[in-house]
């Protein structure tokens, strides 16, 4: 019961900042916001190339880093699928050396919910503590211009 209420509240939280993205300046904006077994910890937008660091509550530090899906994976997708959802790159990393170390790579939807850790999920991590899961946000922000293509 609480796990849903938490839920419920995580994606209503989520749904109101898609809605100001869209109504400050109209553009599509990713957001990702990042949970432990159902709890929202921390909510953010990714900048490409730029790693995001937290810390668990184990005390892991983790580096998730967020970039657009590039022409060469979408051409590499398409020569076997007729078509596909908008993707991004997710790249973990652990944060605990002077120097980052990849963890985990995997593609996954601009809208999905990704998961990682020592169960698996998106890929399994074995050295991370937690299971962590990734909801990943774009909203397609439509105004009357673009309405008016679409009939």
């Known amino acids: 019961m609480i ?3 938490v ?36 909510r ?35 020569e076997k699928l007729p078509a596909i959802d908008e993707l991004v790159k997710i790249t973990l990393f652990d944060m605990r050396e002077s120097s980052p170390v990849e963890l985990s790579t995997t593609w996954g939807g601009t809208n999905s919910i990704q998961g990682f850790g020592p169960r698996g999920g998106a890929n399994k991590v074995a050295v991370m503590p937690e299971q962590v899961q990734l909801w990943l946000h774009k909203p397609v922000c439509l105004n009357r211009e673009s309405l008016k293509s679409r009939q």
Do not use: N
């Open 44 to 78: 953010w937008e990714p900048v490409t190339g730029k790693i995001h660091r937290m810390r668990l509550p184990s005390g892991f530090e983790l580096g998730v880093q967020i970039d657009p899906a590039t022409k060469e994976k979408y051409q590499q997708l398409l």
């Open 3 to 5: 796990r849903t209420l």
């Open 7 to 42: 839920l419920a509240l995580t994606l209503g939280a989520t749904c109101t900042a898609s809605f100001a993205s869209c109504m400050s300046d109209g553009a599509s904006i990713q957001s990702v916001e990042l949970s432990i077994v159902g709890a929202a910890k921390e």
